[in-house]
T-cell receptor, first 118, second 115 residues
Framework: GAVVSQHPSRVICKSGTSVKIECRSL??????MFWYRQFPKKSLMLMAT?????????EQGVEKDKFLINHASLTLSTLTVTSAHPEDSSFYIC??????????????FGQGTRLTVV | QQQVKQSPQSLIVQKGGISIINCAYE??????FPWYQQFPGKGPALLIA?????SEKKEGRFTISFNKSAKQFSLHIMDSQPGDSATYFC??????????????FGTGTRLTVIP
Protein backbone atom coordinates (compact mmCIF):
# COMPACT_ATOMS: atom_id res chain seq x y z
CA GLY A 1 0.00 0.00 0.00
CA ALA A 2 0.91 3.63 -0.27
CA VAL A 3 3.12 5.10 2.42
CA VAL A 4 2.82 8.42 4.19
CA SER A 5 5.77 9.37 6.33
CA GLN A 6 5.40 11.87 9.13
CA HIS A 7 8.35 13.41 10.94
CA PRO A 8 9.21 13.77 13.72
CA SER A 9 7.33 11.07 15.61
CA ARG A 10 7.94 12.81 18.91
CA VAL A 11 9.01 16.32 19.78
CA ILE A 12 9.38 18.20 23.03
CA CYS A 13 9.69 21.95 22.82
CA LYS A 14 9.75 24.89 25.15
CA SER A 15 6.77 27.16 25.47
CA GLY A 16 6.97 30.03 23.01
CA THR A 17 9.00 28.21 20.37
CA SER A 18 7.79 26.93 17.01
CA VAL A 19 7.71 23.35 15.81
CA LYS A 20 7.49 22.08 12.23
CA ILE A 21 5.95 18.73 11.39
CA GLU A 22 6.46 17.21 7.94
CA CYS A 23 4.13 14.90 6.08
CA ARG A 24 5.41 13.17 2.97
CA SER A 25 3.72 10.81 0.55
CA LEU A 26 6.58 8.50 -0.36
CA UNK A 27 5.31 6.63 -3.40
CA UNK A 28 2.39 8.61 -4.73
CA UNK A 29 1.34 12.17 -5.44
CA UNK A 30 -1.17 13.85 -3.20
CA UNK A 31 -2.75 17.13 -4.23
CA UNK A 32 -4.59 17.20 -0.93
CA MET A 33 -3.42 16.35 2.55
CA PHE A 34 -5.35 16.61 5.75
CA TRP A 35 -4.09 17.54 9.21
CA TYR A 36 -5.77 16.13 12.29
CA ARG A 37 -5.36 16.58 15.99
CA GLN A 38 -6.13 13.79 18.39
CA PHE A 39 -6.50 14.12 22.15
CA PRO A 40 -5.92 11.10 24.39
CA LYS A 41 -8.58 8.44 23.92
CA LYS A 42 -10.49 10.71 21.56
CA SER A 43 -11.30 10.74 17.89
CA LEU A 44 -9.45 12.57 15.15
CA MET A 45 -10.38 16.21 14.81
CA LEU A 46 -9.82 17.70 11.38
CA MET A 47 -7.79 20.88 11.65
CA ALA A 48 -7.24 21.83 8.04
CA THR A 49 -7.16 20.69 4.46
CA UNK A 50 -3.88 21.34 2.72
CA UNK A 51 -3.96 21.87 -1.05
CA UNK A 52 -0.83 21.84 -3.16
CA UNK A 53 -0.01 25.28 -4.44
CA UNK A 54 -2.78 27.09 -2.64
CA UNK A 55 -3.80 28.22 0.81
CA UNK A 56 -5.00 25.68 3.31
CA UNK A 57 -8.61 25.53 4.35
CA UNK A 58 -9.00 25.63 8.11
CA GLU A 59 -11.83 24.19 10.14
CA GLN A 60 -13.86 26.43 12.37
CA GLY A 61 -12.07 27.25 15.59
CA VAL A 62 -8.58 26.45 14.31
CA GLU A 63 -6.26 29.46 14.34
CA LYS A 64 -4.57 29.69 10.97
CA ASP A 65 -1.92 32.07 12.28
CA LYS A 66 -0.98 29.59 14.94
CA PHE A 67 -1.06 26.46 12.82
CA LEU A 68 0.73 27.35 9.60
CA ILE A 69 0.30 24.90 6.77
CA ASN A 70 2.41 24.80 3.64
CA HIS A 71 1.89 22.36 0.78
CA ALA A 72 4.74 23.24 -1.54
CA SER A 73 4.81 20.07 -3.60
CA LEU A 74 2.68 17.07 -4.49
CA THR A 75 4.50 14.97 -1.92
CA LEU A 76 5.08 17.30 1.02
CA SER A 77 2.93 19.25 3.43
CA THR A 78 4.17 20.88 6.61
CA LEU A 79 2.39 22.00 9.74
CA THR A 80 4.14 24.58 11.89
CA VAL A 81 2.86 25.17 15.39
CA THR A 82 3.94 28.72 16.14
CA SER A 83 4.55 30.10 19.62
CA ALA A 84 3.61 26.77 21.11
CA HIS A 85 1.94 26.59 24.50
CA PRO A 86 1.31 23.60 26.79
CA GLU A 87 -2.30 23.44 25.60
CA ASP A 88 -0.99 22.70 22.09
CA SER A 89 0.43 19.43 23.38
CA SER A 90 -1.32 16.72 21.41
CA PHE A 91 -0.99 13.99 18.81
CA TYR A 92 -0.96 15.44 15.31
CA ILE A 93 -1.68 13.19 12.32
CA CYS A 94 -1.62 13.86 8.61
CA UNK A 95 -3.28 11.93 5.83
CA UNK A 96 -3.00 11.97 2.06
CA UNK A 97 -5.25 10.72 -0.67
CA UNK A 98 -3.76 9.25 -3.81
CA UNK A 99 -4.30 11.30 -6.97
CA UNK A 100 -5.93 9.64 -9.93
CA UNK A 101 -8.25 6.79 -10.57
CA UNK A 102 -11.97 7.05 -11.01
CA UNK A 103 -12.51 8.14 -7.47
CA UNK A 104 -10.18 9.30 -4.77
CA UNK A 105 -10.91 6.84 -2.05
CA UNK A 106 -8.40 5.47 0.40
CA UNK A 107 -6.74 7.92 2.74
CA UNK A 108 -3.28 6.98 3.95
CA PHE A 109 -2.23 8.20 7.36
CA GLY A 110 1.13 9.16 8.73
CA GLN A 111 2.45 7.66 11.92
CA GLY A 112 1.54 10.75 13.90
CA THR A 113 3.61 13.26 15.87
CA ARG A 114 3.43 13.48 19.63
CA LEU A 115 4.03 17.12 20.54
CA THR A 116 4.77 18.00 24.14
CA VAL A 117 5.18 21.66 25.04
CA VAL A 118 6.88 22.28 28.37
CA GLN B 1 -22.21 18.13 15.41
CA GLN B 2 -21.03 14.54 15.29
CA GLN B 3 -21.63 13.37 11.74
CA VAL B 4 -20.90 9.75 12.56
CA LYS B 5 -21.92 8.16 15.86
CA GLN B 6 -20.05 5.11 17.10
CA SER B 7 -20.70 2.62 19.88
CA PRO B 8 -19.65 1.14 22.18
CA GLN B 9 -16.91 3.36 23.53
CA SER B 10 -15.04 0.34 24.82
CA LEU B 11 -15.40 -3.38 24.32
CA ILE B 12 -13.86 -6.39 26.02
CA VAL B 13 -14.03 -9.71 24.22
CA GLN B 14 -12.69 -13.14 25.00
CA LYS B 15 -10.17 -14.60 22.59
CA GLY B 16 -11.99 -16.43 19.83
CA GLY B 17 -15.15 -14.41 20.30
CA ILE B 18 -16.85 -11.97 17.95
CA SER B 19 -16.28 -8.23 18.34
CA ILE B 20 -19.06 -6.01 17.04
CA ILE B 21 -18.80 -2.23 16.67
CA ASN B 22 -21.66 -0.13 15.40
CA CYS B 23 -21.85 3.19 13.60
CA ALA B 24 -24.67 5.41 12.40
CA TYR B 25 -24.67 8.41 10.13
CA GLU B 26 -27.11 11.15 9.16
CA UNK B 27 -25.88 12.51 5.85
CA UNK B 28 -27.43 10.46 3.06
CA UNK B 29 -24.86 11.90 0.65
CA UNK B 30 -22.16 9.75 2.23
CA UNK B 31 -21.17 6.91 -0.06
CA UNK B 32 -17.90 5.60 1.33
CA PHE B 33 -17.59 3.94 4.73
CA PRO B 34 -14.15 2.84 5.88
CA TRP B 35 -13.00 1.37 9.17
CA TYR B 36 -9.63 2.25 10.62
CA GLN B 37 -7.52 0.46 13.21
CA GLN B 38 -5.21 2.47 15.43
CA PHE B 39 -2.60 1.20 17.84
CA PRO B 40 -1.31 3.46 20.63
CA GLY B 41 1.09 6.10 19.39
CA LYS B 42 0.46 5.24 15.73
CA GLY B 43 -1.60 6.71 12.94
CA PRO B 44 -4.81 4.99 11.82
CA ALA B 45 -4.56 2.28 9.19
CA LEU B 46 -7.34 1.33 6.82
CA LEU B 47 -8.86 -2.00 7.73
CA ILE B 48 -11.77 -2.44 5.37
CA ALA B 49 -14.21 -0.19 3.53
CA UNK B 50 -17.61 -0.51 1.88
CA UNK B 51 -19.72 1.35 -0.66
CA UNK B 52 -23.51 1.52 -0.20
CA UNK B 53 -24.21 -0.61 -3.27
CA UNK B 54 -23.51 -3.76 -1.24
CA SER B 55 -24.84 -4.85 2.14
CA GLU B 56 -21.83 -6.78 3.27
CA LYS B 57 -18.12 -6.99 2.62
CA LYS B 58 -15.78 -9.56 4.08
CA GLU B 59 -12.01 -9.59 4.21
CA GLY B 60 -10.53 -12.38 6.24
CA ARG B 61 -11.84 -12.15 9.80
CA PHE B 62 -13.26 -8.68 9.25
CA THR B 63 -16.76 -8.06 7.91
CA ILE B 64 -18.67 -4.84 7.35
CA SER B 65 -22.45 -5.02 7.41
CA PHE B 66 -24.23 -2.06 5.84
CA ASN B 67 -27.88 -1.08 6.23
CA LYS B 68 -28.62 1.81 3.90
CA SER B 69 -32.22 2.34 4.97
CA ALA B 70 -31.25 2.51 8.63
CA LYS B 71 -28.11 4.53 7.85
CA GLN B 72 -26.06 2.16 9.93
CA PHE B 73 -22.99 0.06 9.42
CA SER B 74 -21.04 -2.23 11.65
CA LEU B 75 -17.72 -4.00 11.90
CA HIS B 76 -17.57 -7.64 12.93
CA ILE B 77 -14.27 -9.19 13.93
CA MET B 78 -14.54 -12.96 13.95
CA ASP B 79 -12.27 -15.16 16.06
CA SER B 80 -10.95 -12.10 17.87
CA GLN B 81 -7.30 -12.28 18.89
CA PRO B 82 -5.26 -10.36 21.49
CA GLY B 83 -3.40 -8.75 18.60
CA ASP B 84 -6.69 -7.16 17.53
CA SER B 85 -6.65 -5.06 20.70
CA ALA B 86 -6.64 -1.50 19.39
CA THR B 87 -8.92 1.46 18.88
CA TYR B 88 -11.26 1.20 15.92
CA PHE B 89 -12.74 4.18 14.12
CA CYS B 90 -15.54 4.14 11.61
CA UNK B 91 -15.69 6.96 9.12
CA UNK B 92 -17.83 8.24 6.28
CA UNK B 93 -17.33 10.50 3.32
CA UNK B 94 -18.67 11.41 -0.06
CA UNK B 95 -16.52 10.22 -2.91
CA UNK B 96 -15.51 12.81 -5.45
CA UNK B 97 -14.05 12.41 -8.93
CA UNK B 98 -11.60 15.21 -8.34
CA UNK B 99 -10.01 16.35 -5.15
CA UNK B 100 -9.84 14.42 -1.95
CA UNK B 101 -12.67 13.28 0.23
CA UNK B 102 -12.95 14.62 3.76
CA UNK B 103 -13.47 11.79 6.21
CA UNK B 104 -15.85 12.22 9.13
CA PHE B 105 -14.75 9.96 11.97
CA GLY B 106 -16.70 8.25 14.69
CA THR B 107 -15.61 8.67 18.29
CA GLY B 108 -13.70 5.40 18.40
CA THR B 109 -14.03 2.07 20.18
CA ARG B 110 -11.28 0.70 22.32
CA LEU B 111 -11.25 -3.06 21.87
CA THR B 112 -9.51 -5.34 24.33
CA VAL B 113 -9.29 -9.03 23.55
CA ILE B 114 -8.40 -11.06 26.60
CA PRO B 115 -6.60 -14.40 26.25
Amino acid sequence: GAVVSQHPSRVICKSGTSVKIECRSLDFQATTMFWYRQFPKKSLMLMATSNEGSKATYEQGVEKDKFLINHASLTLSTLTVTSAHPEDSSFYICSATRVGGLMNTEAFFGQGTRLTVV
Amino acid sequence: QQQVKQSPQSLIVQKGGISIINCAYENTAFDYFPWYQQFPGKGPALLIAIRPDVSEKKEGRFTISFNKSAKQFSLHIMDSQPGDSATYFCAASKLRRTGANNLFFGTGTRLTVIP
